[in-house]
């Protein structure tokens, strides 16, 4: 079993930057594709960044492309989350996740994740 935690949410106002931390539980993190998603209210859970176990490869929504950064640190069990030029529409709930899926690409759906954290607020004041 893995355990998510993340961290790192809070109010800034647009412009600001924000970043997110997610703490893995798990002893095989190095062999996990790790992902960022975020559901606002009333909307369906959407993909935001990912990155392979490997840290070789990441994917972005376009929506956040050249404002968000994701990496990882494998020795710490940790994934991250730099946002810069926060937008209110960035407001939502962000949520970390852990695949064992095998793939060659970074997995961009919901289904593809076998752990997920409990999420963590981020709004961003206009």
């Known amino acids: 079993q893995v355990q998510l935690v993340e961290s790192g949410g809070g109010l800034v106002q647009a412009g600001g930057s924000l970043r997110l931390s997610c703490a893995a539980s798990a002893p095989t993190f190095s062999t996990l594709d790790m992902g960022w998603f975020r559901q606002a209210p009333g909307k369906e859970r959407e993909f935001v960044a990912g990155?392979?176990?490997?840290?070789?490869?990441?994917a972005y929504a376009d929506s956040v492309k050249g404002r968000f950064s994701i990496s990882r640190d494998n020795a710490k069990n940790t994934v991250y989350l730099q946002m810069n030029s926060l937008k209110p529409e960035d407001t939502a709930v962000y949520y970390c996740?852990?695949?064992?899926?095998?793939?060659?690409?970074?997995?961009?759906?919901?289904?593809?994740?076998?752990?997920w954290g409990q999420g963590t607020q981020v709004t961003v004041s206009s």
């Open positions: 996740a852990a695949s064992r899926r095998v793939g060659v690409t970074v997995f961009v759906t919901p289904n593809s994740y076998n752990y």
């Open positions: 990155i392979r176990r490997s840290g070789g490869t990441t």
